[in-house]
RNA sequence: UGGGACGUCGCCAAGUGGUAAGGCACCGGAUUUUGGUUCCGGCAUUCGUAGGUUCGAUCCCUACCGUCCCAGCCA
């Protein structure tokens, strides 16, 4: 056995349970989980966090791990969110090989072990309607009591069950329930329905069904029949693993999954609700499930963020039983860490203001600068950007009035611009509303490539783009969807939509340098002193970038400035 | 007020009877042609509260407080 270091392998309360497992030979030695989605809407960071775990888990300890659709619902799921999920899940860089399975390729043998169920004298078909149903069962403080149905003999609730399953009830009319105890003080084992009538259109079985299982039952004997050893899920079934238990247990089935509940993950500033999810996206708040605002996996994808990056991420939050909301700062710090060694550097202006270098001559031709690709990463290489006599600064990078400690450019101050020349600011010229639209400024030409032999020093660097050069891009300036810590936090009659932001998406024309033109959808790229961008996957295209902000560079100076 | 769970630094999180790891954030300082990166240093006498057991408790016991989940023919 394999001793990892402490500082790579993360300890947490499932590996030490299955580490005892493994320990006691429990399933001789196997570790075999599953990824369980229901295909009713995209993968988001939250599932991620899932993946990570169930993948991560049987990685770690030579097991596999199966990616299978809980399927039983027909009205809520699509083959769309199953395309969705697939690939989801590849791009996060997991693996099932060849065990990709739906729930709805257990219908057949689901429902022989229903017809167990009620050969046991386990289950009954009760014809109770809903509201009947609800009533009976009692609240959290008082018992239920038992439907009028459930002493049916077994012959009876067989013949009931078959009919069910031959099409000749309507919906709702029936249902199968398991006879368990209406007076447990765990609602969950009230005599659950087993099985419904829904006469839907399955993306998988079509209309071979018209009888479809609950999830209880389906999940446990899926696992079941999958040879699953440890079946994770999340805190909110924690109340369920008796019945989980229990239908496993009656059954007699060779073998019995553990399951294991973690704390499922929230996030600052975002909701991760698939309900909510999908009202963002019916009702047009954002442009789709994968909008790059969305905390979808496509979502991130498209807003730059990668597989590795959020498969870190998913390791340094940990897994525990305790709720927690984990701040978004920490997923941006995830995805710097990862983009500063990876990404290539360019100049980009997002806000440009134009500079006239007065004493540059009118007929300079060929001035290339050299510039390093990533200074992370010595193998990226260099590439020359192209000098001119005019050129664009960041606005941001001009004050006429600067504060104390402001390095950049101010009526009279020399900085230098990245890997070219230094300039010094001369004249400040203004429109008639008093707002500055262009700087004249000297160079040094002797500060070619950004010394000065005399050893002079500048306080500060900026980029810039040249006019004559650069071309046009449109960037994407993305924000957080909601203005709250908690979206969910709302006075009464408000709800998470009013905490929508207003500004989470601002559009710009930017200046980039003339490579940036052609660069390929999926590309990620530094912006000097701005952030970091990709370009995108589905709306980028040669000739006409489309560039999304995947997160800004840490910015000491305007978080001094705050204060 | 039934049942199930959880409470360790601003945020995440190890540790589970021998006297509080780590990461993020934050605060200093160094390096820097990105106010980026990197580096170095600081950052819980205290583990929801109160009792108890013990030579010794975050870890065991009791009570209390707080938070979350459960009354879908959803998953």
């Known amino acids: 056995m394999e001793n990892k270091p402490e500082s790579t392998a993360t300890n ?17 030695g196997r570790v075999h989980t599953r990824f369980p989605p229901e295909p009713n809407g995209y993968l988001h960071i939250g599932h991620a966090k899932s993946i990570c775990l169930n993948f991560g888990l049987a990685q770690e300890f030579n097991g596999i791990t199966n990616l299978r659709f809980d399927d039983t619902n027909p009205t809520k799921e699509e083959v769309e969110y199953v395309d969705s999920i697939i690939e989801d899940v590849k791009w996060l860089g997991f693996d099932w090989d060849d065990r990709l399975f739906y729930a709805s390729d257990y219908f057949d043998a689901l429902y022989d072990y229903a017809v167990d169920l009620i050969k046991k004298g386990l289950a009954f078909v009760c014809e109770q309607t809903p509201e009947e149903i609800r009533l009976c069962r009692g609240t959290l403080t008082e018992p239920g009591t038992p439907s009028p149905y459930r002493n049916r003999s077994i012959e009876e609730n067989l013949d009931l069950f078959e009919r069910m399953k031959n099409g000749e009830f309507e919906d709702g009319s029936k249902t199968l329930r398991a006879k368990i105890d209406m ?12 099985y419904r009538i829904k006469k839907a259109h399955h993306h998988r079985t079509g209309d071979k069904w018209c009888i479809y299982p609950m999830y209880d039952f389906t999940h446990g004997l899926s696992d ?10 999340t805190l909110e079934f924690e109340d369920h693993r008796p019945l989980y238990d229990w239908y496993l247990d009656v059954l007699e089935t060779p073998c019995h999954p553990q399951q294991i509940e973690f704390a499922r993950l929230n996030i600052t500033y975002t909701v991760l609700s698939k309900r909510k999810l999908l009202q963002l996206v019916q009702e047009g708040h954002v442009s789709g499930w994968d909008d790059p605002r969305m905390p979808t996996i496509s979502g991130f994808r498209r807003r730059g963020y990668t597989p590795s990056a959020i498969r870190d991420f998913a390791e340094k939050i940990g897994v525990t039983k305790a709720e927690s909301i984990v701040e978004f700062s920490f997923l941006e710090y995830c995805i710097r860490e990862d ?12 806000n440009p203001l134009k500079v006239t270098i007065e004493n540059y001559p009118e007929d300079m031709k060929d001035d290339y600068l050299e510039a390093v690709n990533n200074p992370e990463d010595a193998s990226s290489g260099t590439h020359q950007i192209r000098f001119s006599k005019v050129i664009y600064i960041e606005k941001d990078d001009f004050m006429e009035n600067p504060p104390k ?32 639209i262009e700087l004249i400024c000297t160079y040094d030409p002797a500060s070619r490539g950004g010394n000065s032999p005399d050893g002079r020093k500048v306080q500060g660097t900026i980029h810039w783009v040249s006019a004559e050069f650069g071309k046009q891009a449109e960037v994407r300036l993305y924000d957080n969807l909601f203005l709250e810590e ?19 998406l601002k559009v710009v024309t ?16 530094q912006f000097e002193r701005v952030g970091y961008f990709v370009a995108d996957y589905k709306e980028s295209r040669l000739g006409k970038p489309v560039f999304n902000r995947t997160v800004g560079l840490r910015d000491t100076w305007s978080k001094l400035m705050k204060k």
């Open 12 to 28: 947490n309360f499932i590996k030490t349970i299955i580490r005892e497992d493994l320990k006691n030979n429990k399933n001789n």
């Open 183 to 194: 007076s447990s003080p765990n609602i969950n084992m009230r005599d659950p329905v087993v």
């Open 224 to 233: 079941m029949l999958e040879g699953i050893t440890h079946s994770i899920c």
């Open 339 to 350: 983009l500063n060694k990876t990404a290539i550097r360019r100049m980009a202006v997002i």
């Open 405 to 436: 400690k402001y390095f950049r450019l101010y009526p009279g101050s020399e900085v230098r611009l990245r890997y070219a020349y230094f300039i010094t600011c001369k004249e400040v010229i203004k429109d008639e509303n008093g707002e500055v």
């Open 486 to 504: 908690d979206p969910n936090k709302v006075p009464d009659g408000k709800t998470f939509l009013d905490n929508l932001n207003p500004n989470s």
């Open 510 to 525: 930017a200046l980039v340098e003339p490579d940036l033109i052609d660069a390929k959808p999926g590309e990620h790229y």
